[in-house]
């Protein structure tokens, strides 16, 4: 095997993990939950709940959000009189769209598969997905809102419910598109924003629709050689226009969640479009260009949104020691979990 170095050695980016930390269900009032911050020119941790995040926000600083919605992205249907199962991943326009489905050997070209009143219709196989169009609705959301299920993450391990319906779910979500929430957004509340504003946070948006490949496994011992599925995204030009105004005045950018980020920083002050397809693979020892303080949840081990904290907070090692600390003071891991804030 080749000499891989530590930065980029997918095992550097493990930590021995308590499963029963995982966070199956959601807490009732969001912004009660767990806030570890960790400021990065001291190297310090403090322990908090999520709503006093208020006391490290000032003035000036700009909060950036994704207000991407998630889908009802699971469909269940009858093919040829059996039950097969359908799995939204991208839209291609009002009624087509790419997916997945079980069993995907049986789906080919021409079949329609029966959801309530709708057909879907299999309009390409390709390696892996396949290509649906749908019949007897005005859109592809139409059909995934009537009878869809709310796509909670595998480590879930559990059928969604309706109260999974609101709260996997931001508060301030509206454009909708994703499989997986933008979950750092879920520990907010429309009192903490209006809170946040009053204290003079500027609060804007860009969207990210999260497809799947956030949940893929990296397979590669060398990081680098990992490819991260592209994703759409969208930077408004009012979200621009604040962020210039802070790099100008010198006011904080606070990326809320990983797609944030990665929509930020491909974006990097209209280096890129403000919309269109991000596969931006942030992992040490990237610099970053426009993000200055970070919030978000506790990650799988080896995954790619590890890897971006890693990156963030400059220091495999020191990563791991927060990390540490987090499962020794019981905080609450993954997508209904707890939240970090990297400053």
């Known amino acids: 095997m080749k000499n891989i170095p530590r930065i980029y050695d997918l095992e550097a980016y493990d930590y021995e993990f308590d499963e029963s930390l995982i966070a199956k ?3 009732k009032e969001r ?3 767990r806030l570890l911050v960790y400021h990065r020119d001291k190297k310090n941790l403090e ?8 006391d490290y926000l000032k003035p000036g600083d700009v909060l950036v959000l994704n207000d991407s919605k998630v889908m009802k992205a699971r469909l269940i249907g009858r093919l040829r009189g059996r039950e097969v199962e359908v799995f939204f991943t991208r839209r291609i326009d009002d009624t087509t769209f790419e997916g997945i489905g079980k069993p995907l050997r049986r789906f080919r070209k021409g079949d329609v598969i029966e959801v309530g009143e709708y057909g ?7 390696p892996g997905k396949r290509i649906y169009r749908v ?3 005005r859109d592809l959301f139409e059909v995934f809102e009537k009878h869809g299920k709310v796509p909670l993450p595998p480590y879930i391990d559990r059928e969604p419910t309706s109260e999974d319906e609101e ?3 931001t508060v301030y979500a509206r454009k909708e ?3 997986a929430a933008p979950t750092a957004g879920l520990h907010f509340t429309p009192e903490l924003l209006k809170d946040l504003q009053e204290g003079g946070v500027k609060v804007v948006y860009v969207t990210l629709h999260v497809g799947p490949g956030t949940f893929k496994p990296v397979k590669v011992r060398d990081i680098r050689e990992h490819r991260l599925d ?3 995204y969208e930077v408004p030009d009012e979200t621009a226009d604040e962020l210039f105004r802070a790099r100008r005045e010198g006011g904080r950018i606070v990326a809320v969640g990983t797609t944030a980020v990665r929509t930020l920083e491909h974006w990097n002050f209209d280096t890129n479009p403000r919309r269109g397809w991000t596969d931006l693979f942030i992992h040490p020892p990237y610099k970053f260009k426009v993000v200055d303080a970070l919030i978000t949840n506790f990650h799988l081990p080896k995954s790619t949104l590890y890897m971006l904290v890693a990156a963030f907070i400059g220091d495999i090692d020191e990563t791991r020691r927060i990390y540490r600390e987090a499962v020794k003071e019981r905080y609450r891991f993954y997508s209904y979990g707890d939240a970090m804030f990297i400053l």
């Open 31 to 33: 912004d009660l939950s």
């Open 177 to 179: 598109g994703s499989v």
């Open 25 to 27: 269900y959601p807490l």
């Open 47 to 54: 322990h908090r709940l999520f709503r006093e995040i208020k």
């Open 230 to 232: 592209a994703e759409y």
């Open 120 to 126: 879907l219709e299999v309009v390409d196989a390709l």
């Open 167 to 169: 709260l996997y779910q």
């Open 135 to 137: 019949h007897g609705a």
